[in-house]
């Protein structure tokens, strides 16, 4: 099973980015996917989730109003749409999964499948 981010980059505050992460090796259309980030010197942390409809999903209150979360469970991709970028929100970001259920979750350790990460800068 694989998780592949893509489309980060630099990027100037105020700007946008879109990521995506294609899963291969067996379908997750019927699990929760989302996303972490890590900057430099912290830990991880939660930034978005969502369940394998696509109705429901959570945020973290730091970006909350500049990202969405969405996927296309035909293509077994989740993406995170970031608008509005600020140089706080520099960080690798990180695709997940879940392996079995239906929840999402804001713990890391609740997540089986992670992704190789994608790297986010965001200029002042």
């Known amino acids: 099973v694989q998780l592949q981010a893509s489309g980060g980059g630099l990027v100037q505050a105020g700007g946008s980015l879109r990521l995506s992460c294609a899963a291969s090796g067996r379908t997750f259309s019927r699990n929760p996917m989302g996303w972490f980030r890590q900057a430099p010197g912290k830990e991880r942390e939660f930034v978005a989730a969502?369940?394998?409809?696509?109705?429901?999903?959570g945020y973290a209150d730091s970006v909350k109003g500049r990202f969405t979360i969405s996927r296309d469970n035909a293509k077994n991709t989740v993406y995170l749409q970031m608008n509005s970028l600020k140089p706080e929100d520099t960080a690798v970001y990180y695709c997940?999964?879940?392996?079995?259920?239906?929840?999402?979750?804001?713990?890391?350790?609740?997540?089986?499948?992670w992704g190789q990460g994608t790297l986010v800068t965001v200029s002042s």
């Open positions: 969502i369940n394998w409809s696509g109705g429901g999903s």
């Open positions: 997940v999964a879940v392996k079995s259920g239906s929840n999402w979750y804001k713990d890391p350790r609740m997540y089986d499948y």
